[in-house]
C-alpha cells in the first residue's frame, strides 16, 4: 500500500505563486510514475504533470512553462511549483501514484486564484 499526502493549496491572488506537496509512504516498489492532476468545479479530472522514474517530466499545456514537477527522494516528496497562477487554474489538485498492479490517490489540496 502507498499513501499520498497532500498540502499546500489555498487562496491566491492572480499572478502569485503556491507551491503543492505529496509526501508518499508505504510500499512505493511497482510505481513507476508520479502525477499531479486536478478537477475543476464540473469538470473531468486532467493531468496537469507527470515525473516518470526515468527522470522524465511532462505538462499539460495551459501549465507549461508556469508549473513545474520536482521530486525530493531524500524525503519522499514530490512537488508542484505554480507561478503565474490565473482564475482558471482553480481546482483541486490531486497527488497521484501511478503503479504496475494500480493507481494510489490522495485526498486532494484545493487550490483557489481570486482577486
Known amino acids: 500500500q502507498v499513501q499520498l499526502v497532500e498540502s499546500g493549496g489555498g487562496l491566491v491572488q492572480p499572478g502569485g505563486s503556491l507551491r503543492l506537496s505529496c509526501v508518499v509512504s508505504?510500499?512505493?516498489?511497482?510505481?513507476?510514475?508520479m502525477n499531479w492532476y486536478r478537477q475543476a468545479p464540473g469538470k473531468q479530472r486532467v493531468l496537469v504533470a507527470r515525473?516518470?522514474?526515468?527522470?522524465?517530466?511532462n505538462y499539460e499545456d495551459s501549465v507549461k512553462g508556469r508549473f513545474t514537477m520536482s521530486r525530493d527522494n531524500a524525503k519522499s516528496t514530490v512537488y508542484l511549483q505554480m507561478n503565474s497562477l490565473t482564475p482558471e487554474d482553480t481546482a483541486v489538485y490531486y497527488c497521484n501514484a501511478n503503479g504496475i498492479w494500480r493507481d494510489y490517490w490522495g485526498q486532494g489540496t484545493q487550490v483557489t486564484v481570486s482577486s
Open positions: 515525473s516518470t522514474n526515468d527522470g522524465g517530466t
Open positions: 508505504g510500499n512505493a516498489i511497482g510505481i513507476k510514475a
